[in-house]
């Protein structure tokens, strides 16, 4: 399973990326105004981040648009940010219809809020490169986040022509993380902090202090 980093920050893209375990990048308008990106260096921002990536990973742009011809224009234009650049699209009619453009023309595309297993399936034949169901967030309104990627997988399975691979997006604990690598989503994105979790176990820290306790005790003075 990849693992995409979701954060628009700077350094935590550079210490990700550093561990030689980071498959790509995921934002959106909410992440860039965490960190205080306004609209007049919203492109200073996202040039930064291609500079720390080299443009060698996936990185997702989300658009702000609504319509069609919107869509296009905004993802045109972020497209042209750079090769591995993603055009992330709500799963709408133009969404949708903006997918199918944007897959004939070879720009990628990152579908996102998927909430079921056929909004799922209907962006893939509309050629998306990534669909992003939300596990948490169903989780949150008493549906089985889980599930649905398991869902997903099968669906995805039973048809080997959808190339479209399954992003899974709202990530809120390990737990969820052991569970969507088993069912075999292709990707998880994930927060910084979850990042961290995923190295961290106390049982390694008690271990690695013995054994160096241990050590010290042989030197020779």
């Known amino acids: 399973m990849q693992f995409f980093l979701d954060s628009a920050n700077l350094q935590q ?15 959106n308008p909410s992440l860039f105004a965490k960190e205080g990106v306004s609209s007049v260096n919203y492109n200073q921002h996202v040039a930064e981040i291609l500079k720390i990536t080299g443009n060698q990973i996936p990185v997702s742009f989300e658009v702000i648009s609504t319509t069609f ?13 750079g090769e591995n650049v993603c055009v992330k699209l709500p799963i709408t009619f133009d969404g949708i219809m903006a ?16 909430f079921s297993p056929m909004q799922a399936l209907i962006v893939a034949k509309a050629g ?5 169901p939300f ?14 990627i398991a869902e ?3 669906i995805f399975n039973n048809y080997p ?26 990707v998880a994105t994930i927060p910084y902090s979850m990042f961290e979790q995923m190295v961290y176990h106390p049982l390694t820290e008690i271990g690695l202090k013995k054994f160096l306790a241990d050590f010290a005790k042989n030197i020779v003075k």
Do not use: W
């Not at 869509?71 to 497209?79: L, V």
């Not at 998306?128 to 992003?132: E, L, M, N």
């Open 128 to 132: 998306a490169t990534y669909v992003s």
């Open 161 to 186: 022509e959808l190339s479209t691979q399954i992003l899974s997006a709202s990530v809120r604990n390990i737990i969820h993380l052991n569970e969507i690598a088993k069912i075999g989503s292709d």
């Open 152 to 154: 997903i997988r099968t």
């Open 69 to 81: 011809a919107e869509m296009i224009a905004e993802g045109e234009k972020i497209a042209s940010f």
């Open 99 to 114: 997918c199918r453009e944007f897959s004939k023309n070879g720009i990628k595309t990152n579908m996102t809020l998927c």
């Open 135 to 148: 596990i948490g967030r169903l989780d949150d309104a008493g549906q089985n986040g889980l599930q649905l």
């Open 13 to 27: 893209i550079q210490k990700v990326l550093e561990t030689g375990c980071l498959d790509g990048v995921t934002t």
